[in-house]
């Protein structure tokens, strides 16, 4: 049956983000279990690392919502479908997502989506173009929390059509998030070219910069750990691009300078291999002000054996036990984070080393990506029995 299987996953782009990762680690799970794995996609720094051997990949304006190209993509799509006569196309966003619908209506093959969000509305158009991820054969949920989102604000869809809405936990590559495997030559390197006193306690935020992701409540947290007088030196990080958003990065550096915490909050653009970065915290921060549909950074922090500190909305929610392998603190607040950092300062090494210890167990266990894989492949097998 495998052979069959020919599956085409359509994405805006192909860049570093959670639901791209996903896309790229499914691609090449498929063609190890014999199946023909195709990617469509616009671009991105991911594109490099695909093996062309493995999956085949083609470009297309499919992160475009101009509708003459949704239009354009959805016609190019079916043309690839018949082609390579294509069973299952899994679209991973709204715009290419109308593209796969009228593909796949004409073709008669088998469409799936994932929700890699919450897709939030302000009106019944939104909601209609949001509706597009509910309009597939199965639809698939990254968390609990989006699950029940999804129930909440679609759940008639489900009701009048035959249609399946289940919850596969996204994964991470626990191969490539693994403590034991970073070249110590790298994690002196980065920290030399970045000037990281790592004799200093140093809190790790990663994530792009954007206001959702909470960068100033992590900062606001920050200074009042500063006003305290610690005995303990530390260092705080600000790790992720601006994408553009060149006035919130302005906002971050004045606050900061606000604060005269110039010499305690350093921001750094990339870190082309995340474990790094993660290898060299003592502890790591996810501030998110609105849910995370999964939470990648608390997931990879506790693979990585670092304690991890979350917002307690969204995703992280249900990968982290909370006070063992991770904290949770009250969303949107500075003090409950900055008293939950000052907890974890004052721990000792092994105590510290526990919780990390812990977490890579935890995630070993739930959010290892092959099993996200595995469990995926087998509703798209599923699905051709069905057919």
């Not at 101009?66 to 006569?85: E, G, K, Q, S, T």
């Not at 206001?211 to 030196?233: H, M, P, R, S, V």
């Not at 601006?242 to 606000?258: A, F, M, S």
């Not at 995340?274 to 849910?291: Q, T, W």
Request: charged share 25%.
């Amino acid at each position: 049956m495998n052979k069959k299987i020919k599956v085409l996953q359509v994405i805006p782009r192909l860049g570093f983000g959670g639901a791209e990762t996903g896309c790229y680690d499914l691609a090449h799970y498929l063609s190890e279990q014999n199946c023909r794995s195709f990617i469509v996609t616009s671009g991105g720094e991911l594109l490099k690392y695909v093996k062309k051997q493995k999956v085949k990949v083609f470009q297309l304006p499919v992160h475009s919502k101009n509708p003459l190209l949704i239009l354009f993509n959805a016609i190019a799509l079916l043309i690839i479908i018949m082609v390579y006569n294509i069973s299952i196309v899994h679209a991973r966003s709204r715009a290419p997502a109308w593209s796969c619908l009228l593909a796949t209506k004409i073709t008669r093959r088998k469409f799936v989506t994932t929700f890699h969000g919450t897709y939030n509305f302000q009106n019944k158009l939104k909601k209609l173009y949001n509706s597009v991820m509910v309009r597939s054969d199965l639809v698939i949920a990254g968390s609990n929390f989006i699950f029940s989102h999804i129930n909440d604000n679609y759940g008639n869809f489900f009701f009048k059509k035959k249609k399946k809405l289940l919850v596969i936990f996204r994964g991470i590559n626990t191969s490539y998030f693994n403590p034991q495997k970073i070249s110590l030559l790298k994690i002196d390197k980065f920290s030399l070219e970045n000037e990281i006193d790592r004799n200093k306690f140093i809190i790790l935020l990663p994530g792009r910069l954007t206001y959702w992701k909470g960068q100033k409540i992590f900062i606001e947290a920050i200074k009042l750990l500063a006003d305290q007088n610690t005995t303990q030196i530390f260092q705080a990080i600000i790790l992720g691009n601006e994408q553009g958003r060149n006035v919130y990065k302005k906002q971050l550096i004045g606050l900061v300078e606000q604060h005269r915490l110039n010499k305690i909050i350093k921001f750094i653009d990339h870190c082309d291999e995340m474990p790094i970065a993660y290898r060299i915290a003592n502890l790591v921060c996810s501030c998110s002000i609105e849910p995370e549909t999964f939470g990648r950074v608390s997931v990879e922090a506790q693979a990585m054996e670092i304690p991890i500190i979350a917002s307690d909305i969204g995703g992280s929610t249900e990968t982290i036990v909370n006070e063992k392998t991770g904290f949770l603190f009250k969303n949107g607040d500075p003090k409950a984070l900055a008293d939950v950092i000052t907890l974890l300062m004052q721990k000792d090494y092994n105590s510290l080393k526990s919780i990390g210890f812990k977490g890579r167990k935890n995630i070993l266990k739930k959010f290892d990506v092959d099993k996200m894989c595995k469990t995926t492949f087998t509703e798209y097998k599923k699905l051709i029995e069905l057919s």
